[in-house]
């Protein structure tokens, strides 16, 4: 009757069952389980453990004990308490599909999924493929895409027929085609997750990502703007966006949608990354110092400022200060020939011919078909 009540919502009526019960039988320890779960949904978490630690290891209802505090410890965030709870559980009932499974769950939320999959996979092996309302096949397909197992991640991804998929899966099968380059598949479950659920913002940039991919620009820019009237503080977006609208020969396009990121999140580099590179790009080297020292200032460095500032100041006929950051981008670009032969050109007109011929043979090594700077470099031998 307690449990029946229980499960109907009458939980004052089945404590007091279950009180009256454990005063008139003490030793049995079910009672304590059954009654901790009660308070601990009531909030009462003390005097649930209170119950809890009353049942000794010796009592049959020591390992459902032990499979509650688990449970009250992980909604708490004390993950390892709670994986401390269900080891000992699983050591004294190692076959109990249950501990398997609630073990897997803890390390699946916990993100360590090299612990999780071997559990699911287990329980797969016994034939069971639904437990507690959880699809394992679903699990464990989706534990090896966020382990970055994606082939192994797809084979158990599309066993499951798209109506059947959660929106989650549904982003995690099309999110594992996109990394397996199956653009396809990615676009054709991307857009039915958008279908269903036009309101699941993460799902736009990826789409648009695959679309690109498949050479679908104008459609994948429509898919980054339908993305941003979901979603306007998508700076990922706005990155997307213009990067698209700059393959569609919209620069004034482009730098509307990284000004816009930018006044979002000032502080993410790559927006403003992609703005220096466009008004390098467009010649406004003025506006790009200003940019990019708004940056230096707070110590926000990524390398190609050093190189975009080095070009500006270059241009602005500033050698000083050209000199200065193609002298601080060298070690992050010496493997990459624009760069080696756009700084040794500089360095050459600059006086510097040391730092010119080391440039100039570096780039050799990499382009020895350039026989442009093979002659320059002939020249300063003799």
Known sequence: MAEELYSLGFSDKAKEIYIKMLSKYPDEDELRTNLADILIGEGHVDTALNYLSEIKPSSDAYVQSLMVQADLYQTQGMFEVSTEKLLEAKKIDPDERVITFALAELYFVMRNFNKSIPLYLHLIKQGITNISAVNVVERIGIAYANDGKFDHAIGYLKQI?????????????????????????????????????????????????????????????????????????????????AKLSLKLFDEKQAEKYLRKGISIDPDDISIALELSNL????????????????????????????????????????????????????????????????????????????????????YMELVPSDDEMAMLLEEYRQ
């Open 161 to 241: 027929k798209t109506i059947n998929m959660t929106p989650d899966v549904k982003f995690e099968t099309a999110f594992t085609y996109l990394q397996l380059k199956d653009y396809a598949n990615a676009i054709e479950i991307f857009k039915d997750l958008r279908d269903t659920d036009s309101q699941y913002a993460t799902l736009y940039p990826y789409l648009a990502d695959a679309l690109s991919a498949e050479h679908k620009d104008e459609e994948a820019l429509k898919v980054a703007q339908e993305g941003l009237s979901v979603d306007e503080y998508n700076e990922k977006l706005y990155v997307i966006a």
């Open 279 to 362: 008004l390098v790009k467009q010649e406004r080297y003025d506006e790009n110092i200003d940019l990019i020292n708004s940056y230096m200032k707070d110590d926000q460095i990524d390398p190609q400022f050093y190189w975009n500032l080095a070009v500006s100041y270059d241009k602005q006929d500033a050698l000083k200060d050209a000199n200065k950051y193609y002298l601080a981008a060298i070690p992050y670009f010496k493997d990459m020939p624009s760069f080696l032969k756009m700084a040794a050109l500089f360095f050459r007109e600059y006086g510097d011919l040391q730092q010119s011929i080391a440039l100039m043979k570096n």
